[in-house]
């Protein structure tokens, strides 16, 4: 099976995990739609968080950024780990 690169596998894994089609539309086009829309997010984040401008931590933002690395290293770990034909 292909693989690709280590920085990709939680995305390509979780395209994997997606079914075939989301409320009519493709479910591969859905998930390429939710990563350009979490990409956005995370470019604004800076702006979206004000207690960062006053030095106070931010516990939704914190906890946010906490459970996406987890969610990428789990899908990374899954991604190499599993047989590529499930």
Not at 39 to 58: C, I, K, M, W
Request: with cysteine; glycine share 12%; proline share 5%.
């Amino acid at each position: 099976g292909i693989k690709p690169e280590w920085y990709f596998m939680f995305m390509f894994q979780t395209l994997k995990y997606l079914p075939g089609h989301i409320l009519g539309i493709e479910g591969e086009i859905v998930g390429i739609l939710g990563f350009g829309l979490g990409g956005v997010v995370l470019l604004l984040v800076p702006l979206l968080d004000r207690r960062a401008a006053r030095n106070q931590s931010s516990r939704l933002f914190t906890v946010a950024g906490c459970v996406l690395i987890l969610y990428m290293l789990l899908l990374t770990y899954l991604g190499y780990t599993l047989s590529p034909t499930k």
